[in-house]
């Protein structure tokens, strides 16, 4: 099973500020990296796919980049709906893993 | 508009059974592949089974193989979940997802898009 890392698991930030999250897969798995944003009582959302594909209507100051193992979610300048919780997830094979999730919070 | 509604979840007893729905709207449901996600209290997102548009073809998290059964009637739009011999550790939210997929070239890559509101099971005596 491919195992996902995200670092960190929980960040403070202000708004305005550039922030990069980060997921490492346990083993090559191309550019098969999606990233999720969830809300507090809410499903996840998707953000991007493919490692660098922004999702329609998703704003363009998120952006992914990486790929076989290290990848990298960037928002340029943090706006305020954007404090939420932010998960990567592997679709290079069964079981479709995770990572833990980066918690990203008001400083 | 695209959408997914789950239901079903309740408050079942250690070693019970429930059944979990998902209907699809806005879309052709019959053309995609689904999935089954939970997440328990405060916790991460934790896939737990997958089903082709057929569903000929079926996935298990090792968590629940053996226990749960996904399954599809493509001629009512639903997706549903049937869990068995449920534990405390059950205890989640449970959402089914839409799989969606695209052609790069010779790679074929997958996401969740959308996701339902999700469904809350809880296992407690």
């Known amino acids: 099973d491919i195992q996902m890392t995200q670092s960190p698991s929980s960040l403070s930030a202000s708004v305005g500020d550039r922030v990069t999250i980060t997921c490492r897969a346990s083993q090559n798995i191309s550019s098969y990296l999606n990233w999720y944003q969830q809300k507090p009582g809410k499903a996840p959302n998707l953000l991007i796919y493919?490692?660098?594909s922004l999702q329609s209507g998703v704003p363009s100051r998120f952006s992914g980049s990486g790929s076989g193992t290290d990848f990298t979610l960037t928002i340029s300048s943090l706006q305020p709906e954007d404090f939420a919780t932010y998960y990567c997830q592997q679709s290079f094979s069964t079981p479709y893993s995770f990572g833990q999730g980066t918690k990203l919070e008001i400083k | 508009e695209v959408q997914l509604v789950e239901s079903g979840g309740a408050l079942v007893q250690p070693g019970g059974s429930l059944r979990l729905s998902c209907v699809a709207s806005?879309?052709?449901?019959?053309?995609?592949?689904m999935n089954w996600v939970r997440q328990a209290p405060g916790k991460g997102l934790e896939w737990i089974s997958y089903?082709?548009?057929?569903?000929?073809?079926?996935y298990y998290a090792d968590s629940v193989k053996g226990r749960f059964t996904i399954s599809r009637d493509n001629a009512k739009n639903s997706l549903y979940l049937q869990m068995n011999s449920l534990r405390a550790e059950d205890t989640a939210v449970y959402y089914c997802?839409?799989?969606?997929?695209?052609?790069?070239?010779?790679?074929?890559?997958?996401?969740?898009?959308?996701w339902g509101q999700g469904t809350l099971v809880t296992v407690s005596s």
């Open positions: 089903i082709t548009s057929s569903g000929g073809t079926i």
């Open positions: 806005g879309f052709t449901f019959s053309s995609y592949e």
């Open positions: 997802a839409r799989m969606k997929s695209l052609w790069f070239g010779e790679f074929r890559y997958s996401w969740f898009d959308p």
């Open positions: 493919a490692a660098s």
